[in-house]
């Protein structure tokens, strides 16, 4: 999970503190009554009074009913380009459809026309992080808490630009004041995890992590009528009763999280684990004789549940007590069909580098993380006597139909069905280079050399300013030095693979 900043559109209260011209009118006050009727005569009219339209737009905008909220952000544009509201709410709009640049300008406009108006700088700050704009996103957030500064959104928006830009103890800082305006909120409380986990401050870190199923958006850890009455595992044993362990977040974080599995069988706990269909037959073979669900009809009988990513707090984990991954054991048919496919499409001889270059497009960070083929394959290539084998699933395989570099390529993705394929072709490599996705989790567990290509600030889970892992001890990982540069990680993992001996 990343870091959410908020993105709000102006609220019942700012809009009421303007004259009531921007009043949102809720579904349950009823009809609007004779008075601001006869006012609206008064108002500029676009079909109907503007400040009903605006709260029309409004409330569907915060509904995520998009497609009722553009046509009248549209049309409020186009006959009132000039005003301020009308702008602020047409660049919300813009930004929730992925329209981003045109979001920035109209909220540019926006802030000319108002430019001491607080939640409009808060907002531009949140559009300018995402389109990289780092310091453009920082003065405007500052500039925001300056002229709010009892307002905890805009403080964690700020402590989310600091983060991005490097600046962890700003961040950290940024946090904290936005956590005791606020003590219920709940990004505010996970950007302090983000912050203490990745400065390797896990006592506090963990407990702090506990808010990220509070997060707006995140939905929860399973269905709410199992979840009704059962509570969450404090760590002791329940005697009979049995433990629903439950494989949360991404396949990266189920893989991390799962060597915690054998400590809560060894308390003498009864435990059965949920996971997704993606991961159960790696989650199967590692632990035949767990009990395994794929579909909640199963996990009806259970006393408890502990999310797996729960377990490193109730274990006590600090950098230095980090249990051991646990390795897969790799289905012996796979392993030898994958080498006789690889020996007869890589010439004899050559180094055999498998690659990643894109995770899921909709993790919330994917665009920090992630590259493009033509970004990654070229540094590499260059290096004399070795063949890339792609690895890249979804969307981003595609690019492998462009790709024209010097060492061969072949694309082993297309004929991986599963993670068993994963794990049985990362036993034919001699190597991996990836981003930060479930990949470099795979090779981690096993114990395979891999190299991990990190944005300019990681996920917490690599930490800060080092080049190892103690949760993976055959990662490598290279670092960008600036945010969006991926020149010096590549250049240094090319030197790094031209300098590797014959056979290593």
């Given at each position: 999970?990343?870091?959410l900043?908020?993105?709000q559109?102006?609220?019942?209260?700012?809009?009421?503190a303007r004259?009531?011209?921007?009043?949102?009118?809720?579904?349950s006050a009823g009809?609007?009554?004779?008075a601001?009727?006869?006012?609206?005569?008064?108002?500029?009219?676009v079909?109907?009074?503007?400040n009903?339209?605006l709260?029309?737009?409004t409330?569907?905008?915060?509904?995520?009913?998009?497609?009722?909220?553009?046509?009248i952000?549209?049309?409020?544009?186009k006959?009132?380009?000039?005003?301020a509201?009308?702008l602020?709410?047409a660049?919300?709009?813009?930004?929730?459809?992925?329209?981003?640049?045109?979001?920035?300008?109209?909220?540019?406009r926006?802030?000319?026309?108002e430019?001491?108006?607080?939640?409009?700088?808060?907002?531009?700050?949140?559009?300018?992080?995402v389109?990289?704009?780092?310091?453009?996103?920082?003065?405007?957030?500052r500039?925001?808490?300056a002229?709010?500064?009892?307002?905890?959104?805009?403080?964690?928006?700020?402590?989310?630009?600091?983060?991005?830009?490097?600046e962890?103890?700003?961040?950290?800082?940024?946090?904290r004041?936005?956590?005791?305006?606020?003590?219920d909120?709940?990004g505010?409380?996970?950007a302090?995890?983000?912050?203490?986990?990745?400065?390797?401050?896990?006592?506090?870190?963990w407990?702090?992590?506990?808010?990220?199923?509070?997060?707006?958006?995140?939905?929860?850890?399973?269905?709410l009528?199992?979840?009704?009455?059962?509570?969450?595992?404090?760590?002791?044993?329940?005697g009979?009763?049995?433990?629903?362990?439950?494989?949360?977040q991404?396949?990266?974080?189920?893989?991390?999280?799962s060597?915690?599995?054998?400590?809560?069988?060894?308390k003498?706990?009864?435990?059965?684990?949920?996971?997704?269909?993606?991961?159960?037959?790696?989650?199967?073979?590692?632990?035949?004789?767990?009990?395994?669900?794929?579909?909640?009809d199963?996990?009806?009988?259970?006393?408890?549940?502990c999310?797996?990513?729960?377990?490193?707090?109730?274990?006590?984990?600090?950098?230095?007590?980090?249990?051991?991954?646990?390795?897969f054991?790799v289905?012996?048919?796979?392993?030898?069909?994958?080498?006789?496919?690889?020996?007869?499409?890589?010439p004899?001889?050559?180094?055999?580098?498998?690659?990643?270059?894109?995770?899921r497009?909709?993790h919330?960070?994917?665009?920090n993380?992630?590259?493009?083929?033509?970004?990654?394959?070229?540094?590499?290539?260059?290096v004399?006597?070795?063949?890339?084998?792609?690895l890249?699933k979804?969307?981003a395989?595609?690019?492998?139909?462009?790709?024209?570099?010097?060492?061969?390529?072949?694309?082993?993705?297309?004929?991986?069905?599963?993670?068993?394929d994963?794990?049985?072709?990362?036993?034919?490599?001699?190597?991996?280079?990836?981003?930060d996705?479930?990949v470099?989790?795979?090779?981690?567990?096993?114990?395979?050399?891999?190299?991990?290509?990190?944005?300019?600030?990681?996920?917490?889970?690599?930490?800060?300013?080092?080049a190892?892992?103690p949760?993976?001890?055959?990662?490598?990982?290279?670092?960008?030095?600036?945010p969006a540069?991926w020149d010096?990680?590549?250049?240094?993992?090319?030197?790094a693979?031209e300098?590797?001996?014959?056979?290593?």
């Open positions: 999970m990343q870091l900043s908020d993105i559109v102006e609220d019942r209260d700012a809009q009421l004259g009531g011209q921007l009043a949102v009118m809720h579904a009809p609007p009554s004779a601001p009727l006869a006012a609206a005569a008064a108002q500029p009219m079909a109907m009074p503007l009903l339209m709260g029309i737009a409330r569907a905008e915060e509904a995520g009913r998009l497609d009722e909220a553009e046509p952000a549209a049309h409020l544009l006959a009132m380009p000039e005003d509201r009308v602020h709410l660049g919300i709009v813009a930004f929730r459809t992925e329209r981003r640049s045109l979001a920035a300008n109209l909220l540019e926006a802030v000319a026309k430019p001491r108006n607080g939640l409009y700088l808060r907002n531009i700050s949140e559009m300018y992080r389109l990289g704009r780092l310091d453009d996103a920082l003065a405007a957030a500039r925001a808490v002229l709010q500064p009892g307002d905890a959104a805009a403080l964690h928006n700020e402590a989310v630009i600091h983060h991005e830009r490097g962890i103890e700003a961040g950290l800082a940024c946090s004041r936005a956590a005791l305006l606020k003590p909120m709940p505010a409380h996970f302090i995890a983000e912050a203490q986990l990745l400065r390797g401050e896990y006592a506090e870190g407990e702090e992590y506990e808010w990220r199923f509070r997060m707006p958006g995140v939905p929860p850890l399973m269905p009528v199992l979840q009704r009455s059962r509570p969450q595992w404090g760590g002791r044993t329940l009979e009763g049995r433990l629903l362990l439950i494989g949360d991404g396949f990266g974080d189920v893989i991390q999280f060597r915690y599995i054998p400590w809560v069988i060894a003498g706990q009864k435990a059965m684990l949920a996971t997704s269909n993606e991961m159960e037959p790696l989650m199967r073979r590692m632990f035949p004789a767990l009990p395994i669900a794929t579909n909640w199963e996990c009806t009988s259970f006393a408890a549940y999310p797996l990513s729960g377990l490193p707090r109730l274990h006590g984990t600090r950098i230095d007590t980090i249990p051991p991954p646990l390795p054991p289905d012996a048919d796979r392993a030898a069909m994958w080498r006789t496919k690889l020996d007869l499409a890589v004899e001889g050559l180094r055999r580098v498998g690659i990643v270059w894109a995770g497009r909709s919330r960070n994917d665009r993380r992630s590259m493009a083929l033509a970004t990654l394959a070229p540094p590499l290539a260059q004399p006597g070795i063949a890339l084998i792609s890249q979804g969307d395989a595609a690019e492998v139909a462009s790709y024209e570099g010097r060492a061969p390529l072949v694309d082993a993705a297309r004929a991986i069905t599963d993670y068993e994963t794990v049985a072709i990362i036993a034919a490599l001699d190597l991996v280079v990836t981003v996705t479930s470099a989790h795979i090779a981690g567990a096993m114990g395979r050399p891999a190299w991990v290509l990190l944005p300019f600030t990681s996920d917490w889970r690599w930490l800060r300013d080092r190892d892992s949760w993976y001890p055959s990662l490598r990982l290279f670092r960008q030095v600036a540069r010096e990680p590549l250049a240094a993992a090319a030197a693979l300098a590797l001996p014959a056979g290593a």
